[in-house]
T-cell receptor
Framework: DVKVTQSSRYLVKRTGEKVFLECVQDMDHENMFWYRQDPGLGLRLIYFSYDVKMKEKGDIPEGYSVSREKKERFSLILESASTNQTSMYLC???????????FGPGTRLLVL | GQSLEQPSEVTAVEGAIVQINCTYQTSGFYGLSWYQQHDGGAPTFLSYNGLDGLEETGRFSSFLSRSDSYGYLLLQELQMKDSASYFCAARNSGNTPLVFGKGTRLSVIA
């Protein structure tokens, strides 16, 4: 079974803090993705990576950065958290050329 | 770019059949996927249509018509556990990430 894990299920941070969200997958997948999910807006792509040290901007990258130093790990960084970044953050991975994306359980982030 | 449109909510009776439609506008198109997400859970893959026609997996079927830029997910013999959000998703080409619709919340009632 593919397993995608995220470092926290719930996180509360203060405005201006630097926030790290970690995602690890155990199936040697090349592709990894970060989405945020908000009510009525569906899943919106923040960043993705098709290989180690590679990153591409998604649809809403502003205010975020990512790091992919190892194949199994994809980190999302909020350099200076703001209240409008309160959201559910979902990480996903997939092998190349396959349609199936495997999602982690999500991190619900509250920025106060 | 891409945009996918699907109804925001659908309600159906236990044991019945329900169809969730998805229309898309894309600069390229590489097939339509469907994902299910229960409240508090992660999205899970249901089906993929790369070619026109019907794909069946148990009680769930998915259909694609490229000429109409349209697809649907069909759920038969509805069960209470099918209450969830359903997302259609598509990509421009084989090398681009999925773009998701905003999701359809299905409520199955007794």
């Amino acid at each position: 079974d593919v397993k995608v894990t995220q470092s926290s299920r719930y996180l509360v941070k203060r405005t201006g803090e630097k926030v790290f969200l970690e995602c690890v997958q155990d199936m040697d997948h090349e592709n990894m993705f970060w989405y945020r999910q908000d009510p009525g807006l569906g899943l919106r792509l923040i960043y993705f990576s098709y290989d180690v040290k590679m990153k591409e901007k998604g649809d809403i990258p502003e205010g975020y950065s990512v790091s992919r130093e190892k194949k199994e790990r994809f980190s999302l960084i909020l350099e200076s958290a703001s209240t409008n970044q309160t959201s559910m953050y979902l990480c996903a991975s997939s092998p190349p050329g396959r349609e199936t994306q495997y999602f982690g359980p999500g991190t619900r982030l509250l920025v106060l | 770019g891409q945009s996918l449109e699907q109804p925001s909510e659908v309600t159906a009776v236990e044991g019945a059949i329900v169809q969730i439609n998805c229309t898309y506008q894309t600069s390229g198109f590489y097939g339509l996927s469907w994902y299910q997400q229960h409240d508090g859970g992660a999205p899970t893959f249901l089906s993929y249509n790369g070619l026109d026609g019907l794909e069946e997996t148990g009680r769930f079927s998915s259909f694609l018509s490229r000429s109409d830029s349209y697809g649907y997910l069909l759920l038969q013999e509805l069960q209470m556990k099918d209450s969830a959000s359903y997302f259609c998703a598509a990509r421009n080409s084989g090398n681009t990430p999925l773009v998701f619709g905003k999701g359809t919340r299905l409520s199955v009632i007794a």
